[in-house]
């Protein structure tokens, strides 16, 4: 973000979303792998967080507002949804969870 | 016989010896001039020098260098003395090692130019016996380094934990607590325990938490800052959260937090401003004509 000379509110909502992915990929995944990607033509920043983790059983109801298996405010997920410009999230249960997300520069 | 001939050179060789270990040491820039003085660092290397001879003189009898024997007790205490002298003041693990292992090519030549040529399979077991040697040592310092550093790093963490959440006393009943860097959990907790004891200790009615140095707020930020805003109100004290930049208010409402019915304000002046009003208390500056 900082080689594309991004924006602060830019880079603080990525940095922002990142965390709570991370952090879910890391409490709920018990660690995960993660690869970022600059892509400079289209000023887009990729990144790609995969756990092996449990997975997540019903989508819709992870994503909402409020919900939360562990002890925390229930808007991590839904909230880096809202953060991110794209965001793409892919769960089976009992094999894992990835998240494809990326912020505009 | 090989310990001996190392022993007889070490003994007779002292001056010269110490000399070349000191000079191959200014050559390859290990003598840090700007970190510790010449005569420090002779009587150091002397310190040294005669730990390791009076170990080599103690192995005479069973004419073997085993680095793990009790007589190199002197020679471990004067290189952990010497290593935390050196740590302390910056020299690197790489430079300590290399200090070390600075003493062989000077002996090596001695041996060479004092054991008789015919004799060569005592040469080499010496130079064996002593290479072996000197690489166990310099790995010891290595150790030694490394444990240095770690008891440093811990320390600067402590330290780091408690500089890192000071509780200020501002005015009459009213404290701030300003968070620079990240709030991970630990640290939230320790923040939350030092507030509500200084709530106590200073009699505060008003707690400021100023965020203006905090980089992200994500859930778990707010989670935390909420969870110790609600600990001060169950105090009986109010809590006003400052600091909230243009760019985390925006970041807070996407994710949906939402921060209730505590008090919020952009900057530390502003949540002052609020906190005198509340206790109606008047501050009147005086601007002298």
């Avoid at chain 2, 505060?204 to 938490?209: K, R």
């Amino acid at each position: 973000m900082d080689a594309l000379e991004a924006k602060v509110i830019r880079k603080t909502r990525l940095v922002t979303a990142v965390s709570e992915i991370f952090r879910n990929g890391l409490i709920y995944g018990g660690g995960a792998v993660v690869i970022i990607h600059c892509d400079e033509d289209d000023r887009m920043v990729w990144i790609d967080c995969r756990d092996t983790g449990p997975g997540i059983v019903d989508m819709e109801l992870a994503l909402s507002d409020g919900y939360t298996s562990g002890g925390g405010l229930g808007r991590g997920l839904g909230g880096a949804k809202r953060l991110s410009d794209e965001f793409e999230i892919v769960s089976e249960p009992g094999v894992g969870t990835q998240v494809r997300l990326a912020g505009r520069a | 016989m090989p310990v001996r001939h190392i022993h007889v050179i070490l003994d007779n060789e002292r001056a010269s010896l110490l000399r070349a270990w000191g000079s191959t040491q200014a050559e390859e820039g290990l003598i840090r001039k700007d970190l510790f003085s010449e005569r420090e660092a002779r009587s150091q290397i002397e310190m040294l020098y005669d730990a390791l001879t009076k170990g080599v003189s103690a192995s005479i009898e069973s004419d073997a260098l085993d680095p793990e024997a009790d007589c190199w007790d002197d020679l471990r205490a004067a290189l952990a003395e010497v290593t935390r002298e050196r740590t302390k003041r910056g020299v690197s693990t790489g430079e300590m090692a290399a200090f070390v292992l600075a003493l062989k090519y000077p002996l090596f030549e001695r041996l060479g130019a004092t054991v008789d040529d015919t004799n060569g399979g005592v040469l080499i077991e010496a130079i064996n016996q002593f290479t072996r040697l000197i690489d166990a040592v310099s790995l010891y310092t290595t150790e030694l380094c490394i444990s240095e550093r770690d008891k440093t790093i811990k320390r600067q963490q402590d330290e780091m934990m408690e500089l890192a959440s000071p509780v200020v006393e501002l005015w009459d009943r009213i404290i701030a607590v300003p968070l620079v860097g990240t709030l991970d959990s630990m640290r939230a907790q320790e923040v939350m325990e030092n507030t509500l004891s200084a709530i106590v200790d200073k009699k505060a009615d008003i707690v400021i938490i100023d965020i203006t140095g905090v980089v992200t707020v994500d859930t778990q930020v707010a989670q935390h800052l909420i969870r110790t805003a609600a600990a001060v109100r169950l105090m009986g004290g109010e809590a006003i959260i400052s600091g909230i930049s243009p760019r985390i208010a925006q970041t807070m409402v996407q994710l949906g937090v939402d921060t209730g019915e505590i008090r919020t304000r952009s900057s530390l002046r502003m949540a002052l401003a609020d906190a005198f009003r509340t206790l109606e208390t008047d501050v009147v500056i005086r601007t002298a004509k």
